[in-house]
Every structure is written in structure tokens, then in C-alpha cells.
């Protein structure tokens, strides 16, 4: 059965500041990797996707990184600001029907 | 395009009523995802589709039901609900191949009293 755990499972960081979350994953039989952000009482924004055969991906101040052999992705996100604070996911996709394992989440608190 | 559409946004229920989820997209994606989130027990699978006629169960599927009669309507079925169906309702979808991604609903917010 896929395991997924995420560290730190809260962070909080002055604004500005450089910071990375970690996600780890047990079965690297895996189609993707997704990462998401969920705002307080709202629904799953998804940040990246990371097939399989990837290293990583960039979006803007994002950039997340898989190591599939390992069972290890990052997020890392660059001069973060109070816009960032949220709850971030890692998700594996994987199984015959493709199905999301989540991570229970790093809570991430940026101060201004 | 709309994504992945939920109704209601917010249901109270008293125990031992019966609803419907609905969850509706536009996308023609073949795979279809109900979870449900908990505090401290994160995201768990209820019920899958990978197509119109298939469904199967996930994690938590006991008290729930589904059918997929189309590509675009996966409703979750709440059969006698109780306390312990409170929670935040998901409905996701994706396209199949390995380089798709999951696109979430807004979410169900459903209270049994």
C-alpha cells in the first residue's frame, strides 16, 4: 500500500525567506507526482505536476524536484511572502486506476 | 471551462438521511475520484471511476454508494448518514495517460446532526 509523508508538518518563516517542504513516498511505482495548495476552508489548487520520467518542474517562484528511486520529492519555494501561507500536498498518482495517495500536508505560515 | 463543478457547498443532514453529492465535469476526463478530508486523517479515496459503467472502492467506501452512467456525472451517494460522515467532501477528475494530472472540485461541506 502507498505511504506518503510529508516533513515539516508546519512551518513558519519571516517573509523573504527561502524555504523547502519534503515529501516522501514508499512504492516508487508511480505515474506522477502532484503538488497542491489548499487556503483554509477552500478546495485543492494544483501547484505542479511531475511525471515519472522527470526531474522537475518549474512554475514562477516553485520549482519541485522527484527522485523516484529514492521516494523523495521537494517543493521548494523561493522569497516567500504572506500570500504563501497555506496548507501544500504531495500527492503520488499510481496503481492500475491511477489513484491519488496524499501526504497529511506542511502548514506553512510566512510573516510579514 | 468550468472544471469540476460541486453541489451543495454546504448541507446539514440529520442521521439516518439519505443525499446525493453531485459532481459534474466538462473536461472529458475518463477517471473520476471521491475523498473525503478529515482533520488529522487527510485526503482519503471513497469511491473511483475509470469510465462511464465502472466504479470501485477505495479506502473508506462503507455508508457511500456511486455510478458513473456518463463521462461527465459521478454522484456519491450518502445512504443512512451518521456523525461520523461529517467531513469535507472532494470530487476529482483526470484524463488517463501518465502525463495528466487530478483537478479538484470546490468541495462539499457536509454536517450530520
Known amino acids: 500500500k502507498q505511504e506518503v509523508t510529508q516533513i515539516p508538518a508546519a512551518l513558519s518563516v519571516p517573509e523573504g525567506e527561502n524555504l523547502v517542504l519534503n515529501c516522501s513516498f514508499t512504492?516508487?511505482?508511480?505515474?506522477?507526482l502532484q503538488w497542491f495548495r489548499q487556503d483554509p476552508g477552500k478546495g485543492l489548487t494544483s501547484l505542479l505536476l511531475?511525471?515519472?520520467?522527470?526531474r522537475e518542474q518549474t512554475s514562477g517562484r516553485l520549482n519541485a524536484s522527484l527522485d523516484k528511486s529514492s521516494g523523495r520529492s521537494t517543493l521548494y519555494i523561493a522569497a516567500s511572502q504572506p500570500g504563501d501561507s497555506a496548507t501544500y500536498l504531495c500527492a503520488v498518482i499510481s496503481g492500475s486506476a491511477r489513484q491519488l495517495t496524499f501526504g497529511s500536508g506542511t502548514q506553512l505560515t510566512v510573516l510579514p | 471551462n468550468a472544471g469540476v463543478t460541486q453541489t451543495p457547498k454546504f448541507q446539514v443532514l440529520k442521521t439516518g438521511q439519505s443525499m446525493t453529492l453531485q459532481c459534474a465535469q466538462d473536461?472529458?476526463?475518463?477517471?473520476m475520484s471521491w475523498y473525503r478530508q478529515d482533520p488529522g486523517m487527510g485526503l482519503r479515496l471513497i469511491h473511483y471511476?475509470?469510465?462511464?459503467?465502472?466504479?470501485d472502492q477505495g479506502e473508506v467506501p462503507n455508508g457511500y454508494n456511486v455510478s458513473r452512467s456518463t463521462t461527465e456525472d459521478f454522484p456519491l451517494r450518502l445512504l443512512s448518514a451518521a456523525p461520523s460522515q461529517t467531513s469535507v467532501y472532494f470530487c476529482a477528475s483526470s484524463r488517463t495517460g501518465g502525463s495528466y494530472g487530478y483537478t479538484f472540485g470546490s468541495g462539499t461541506r457536509l454536517t450530520v446532526v
Open positions: 511531475i511525471q515519472s520520467s522527470q
Open positions: 473536461m472529458n476526463h475518463e477517471y
Open positions: 512504492d516508487s511505482a508511480i505515474y506522477n
Open positions: 471511476s475509470v469510465g462511464a459503467g465502472i466504479t
